[in-house]
């Protein structure tokens, strides 16, 4: 060995002081063009967590995982795309189905760590410095992976419609409700905002795969309503549909209807294959609406046995007596009480309790009481003549018609309010002849009626005055008739915030004469038939039950539910509330069967 | 009624008999839930009297210059009774009316006697229960005027 090389391992070391020949970032300066498929975007205010992008990728690459600050918000799943670098394509995939259209790329192509697992990122939550990077793929303009226009449902004309009670909306064909399904993008949003958590997606795929009897067991596992549903829901899965960001929503509520139409109700007992094991305890209902008969249902098929006493002559309570037959046909809905009659429920018609039964009575006989007694006092305007022979209440009129009566409104009428019964009766009144002018004291856009409900009223001719308030009731020169006056509102923001109120302006004051009035401006529950030492331990708040957990009230065997009981007072609301209601029964009256280990099992409305 | 002093002892009194009215109201009411809320009614008659307080110890000042939004919604309903089986609506009329003929106490007294300390005070009194006024006004329209 020489001197060299016993040295040399000493020279190489001096090399360690050298500048090295490798760089960390090899390229530097050299952009990605304009459009190039580079690193992710999210701007993550704007999605709302529909996983899209997680179902569309091919390579798994993209995971939806929790993001605190996005939880619980409506219409958004708390949850945000978390990206694998190591499994990306840059296909772009993802942009394209993105409902939000908050996913994008960038046009950065350079990323250098030395920790691998930074490649795993949130876009949008991990700072990342291209997230707000101008260039990149964008989707093209007006380019969609899916339709963004909802199949149009065939509806008789304003012309025709008018002309008779014939139901206006007149249901999709099969291949119309198949392209409508395929526009689903299975994100499940809308199954949290279903007050009843209905299983959209998978009864909406059953329609892709023609299999209407398993979206019909999909739909009753949480709603024996769905003939109804499927036509007056107020479907507010709707409106938090991701389709319906960049296009229209997907026609949940026609897609329900579809399903249930396709399926005969004699065929009911087979294909739901409802098994009830009788279990001795008695279970006494108030109220035959769709609160009352929901929770019916699933106690019956729990094996209670069943008593729904009903003031009415007929069940469904404002569905059959509120709901106009043009929207929602007595056929539908007797559809669905049938099937739930049909296990053994016994509905014992014109019997009110407090008249012809006392509600004590019911406390002595029955295991449990679940009252769901609905809101069928009209509220009064206050205002004065109003009780003028010619001031007529809208669910009187609705009512009355709904049984065959003629409500006597005559050739003009006004209709006071902006809410549903006020458009129905609004449109019942177009029907028996009349013209039709609808006074309201906010603007159209504050009316809380359903919108289709608006526009349809209006095209059927009904004319609304907005920002309209009602202030007299006068008699008029024909004793037949009435006269209202009602002033100009100007619409005031409130210094505290909050939606801006009519202010009337009583310099622009209005007299007019009708042949009728109808008032619909509100109802309220009537709570005669409870004692008043009973109403204070059901505990009241604004005329509502304020019910605790499962439905239960402070009165040990009794449950409430149903308009009277909930701030939304529309069918789906109640009908979850029946449900959640029989769940709180069925645990008060088998307290074994739910041990702290199989909590709920069984009774979580997917047995 | 000649000095500031003995126009908010009458202010006071007033304030405090409106939180009388709805208590014994209270004690007397029949359907469900109208308890609660009538004494509810009656709190806030007495931080109305409190603010009365508060002003005649120096410790708050009238603002008879600020503008009060008017609703006028109680200008055109019908009197009720305040009776055992009272509901939430009439509570409310019977709430907004009492406060509009308070607010048009102060106004018209303010009106009637020259400018000067004095008519600052029914000024500043009427500005208050104009703001009462609003107070169940904005109730009614929230909670009674829901679908009109």
């Keep these: ?607 | 009624m000649n000095s500031v002093d003995e126009i908010l002892d009458y202010a006071i009194d007033q304030e405090q008999q409106a939180a009388d009215f709805y208590a014994n109201l209270a004690g007397r009411a029949e359907k469900a839930g109208m308890k609660e809320i009538l004494l509810e009614f009656a709190a806030e008659e007495q931080r109305h009297k409190e603010r009365l307080l508060a002003v005649k110890n120096g410790d708050h000042e009238l603002t008879p210059e600020q503008e009060v939004l008017d609703l006028k919604i109680s200008d055109y309903l019908v009197e009720v009774d305040a009776t055992d089986d009272i509901s939430y609506q009439d509570a409310l009329i019977v709430a907004m009316k009492r406060e509009r003929a308070a607010y048009e106490l102060y106004r018209d007294m303010a009106e009637k006697i020259p400018e000067g300390r004095l008519r600052e005070v029914f000024e500043g009194l009427a500005k208050e229960e104009a703001k009462h006024k609003l107070f169940f006004e904005s109730e009614y329209d929230e909670r009674v005027l829901m679908d009109n």
């Design chain 1, 1 to 607: 060995m020489n001197l060299r090389d016993l040295l040399s391992p000493f020279f190489v070391w001096q090399r360690a002081f050298e500048k090295p020949y490798t760089s960390l970032r090899p390229t530097i300066d050299r952009p990605g063009a304009p459009a190039y498929r580079g690193f992710h975007i999210n701007v993550t205010e704007e999605c709302i967590g529909c996983g899209s992008c997680h179902t569309i990728c091919q390579n798994h690459a993209i995971d939806m995982v929790p993001v605190a600050e996005f939880a619980g918000r409506e219409g958004d799943s708390g949850l945000r795309p978390r990206f694998d670098y190591g499994r990306c394509c840059w296909c772009g995939l993802c942009v394209d189905i993105c409902t939000a259209a908050s996913l994008r790329m960038s046009n950065e192509y350079a990323w250098f760590t030395e920790d691998p697992d930074e490649f795993h990122f949130t876009a949008g939550v991990d700072d990342k410095p291209w997230q707000h990077n101008e260039h990149g793929y964008r989707r093209a303009e007006g380019y969609h992976l899916y339709p963004p226009k909802r199949i149009a449902m065939d509806m008789l004309s304003p012309d025709e419609s008018v002309q008779s009670f014939e139901e206006v909306a007149r249901g999709y064909s099969e291949e119309q409700a198949r392209k409508e399904a395929d526009r689903c993008v299975e994100c499940g949003i809308c199954v949290a905002t279903c007050p009843a958590h209905m299983d959209v997606p998978d009864y909406i795929h059953s329609i892709r795969d023609g299999d209407y009897e398993k979206g019909l067991q999909l739909m009753y596992r949480t709603n024996p309503f769905p003939a109804t549903c499927g036509r007056i829901c107020t479907r507010r899965c709707e409106s938090v549909c991701p389709v319906g960001i960049l296009g229209e929503p997907v026609a949940i509520r026609w897609l329900k209807r579809f399903i249930v139409d396709q399926v005969d109700a004699q065929d009911y007992r087979r294909i739901l294959n409802d098994q009830i094991t009788e279990n001795g305890h008695r279970v006494a209902i108030i109220g035959a609406g769709p609160g009352g008969l929901s929770a019916a249902y699933y106690l019956r098929k729990k094996g209670h046995a069943v008593t729904v006493f009903e003031a009415q002559a007929r069940g469904g309570g404002m569905l059959r007596y509120g709901v106009p037959s043009y929207r929602l046909p007595d056929s539908d809905l007797d559809k669905d009480i049938d099937y739930i009659v049909s296990l053994g429920v016994d509905i014992r018609y014109n019997t009110r309790i407090g008249k012809d039964l006392g509600f004590d009575k019911l406390l002595q006989d029955y295991d449990a009481v679940f009252l769901s007694t609905g809101l069928s006092v009209p509220s009064s305007m206050r205002i004065h003549g109003e009780d003028h022979p010619r001031v007529l209440s809208g669910l009187q009129v609705l009512a009355d018609v709904a049984s065959g009566r003629d409500p006597g409104i005559g050739k003009q009428v006004a209709v006071i309010g902006g809410g549903n019964v006020a458009m129905d009766a609004a449109r019942v009144s177009r029907r028996l002849g009349a013209g039709v002018t609808i006074l309201y004291r906010r603007r159209i856009a504050d009316m809380p009626a359903d919108t289709e409900e608006i526009h349809e009223s209006q095209e059927e001719g009904c004319t609304i005055v907005p920002q309209a308030i009602p202030v007299e009731i006068i008699e008029a020169d024909n004793p037949q008739r009435v006269t209202i006056k009602w002033g100009e509102a100007e619409m005031v923001q409130d210094p505290k915030g909050g939606r801006p109120r009519p202010v009337l302006q009583e310099e622009r004051m209005h007299t007019d004469t009708y042949d009728s009035i109808i008032s619909a401006i509100g109802q309220g529950s009537n709570l005669d038939f409870l004692s008043k030492d009973t109403q204070e331990q059901l505990a009241i708040e604004w005329g509502k039950f304020t019910p605790g957990e499962y439905q239960h009230t402070a009165l040990e065997k009794v449950f409430v539910g149903g308009d009277a009981a909930n701030r939304t007072a529309d069918a789906i609301s109640a009908i979850e509330d029946g449900h959640h209601a029989a769940r709180g029964i069925d645990r008060f009256l088998n307290p074994q069967a739910y041990t702290e280990t199989q909590a709920d099992n069984g009774m979580n409305g997917h047995e």
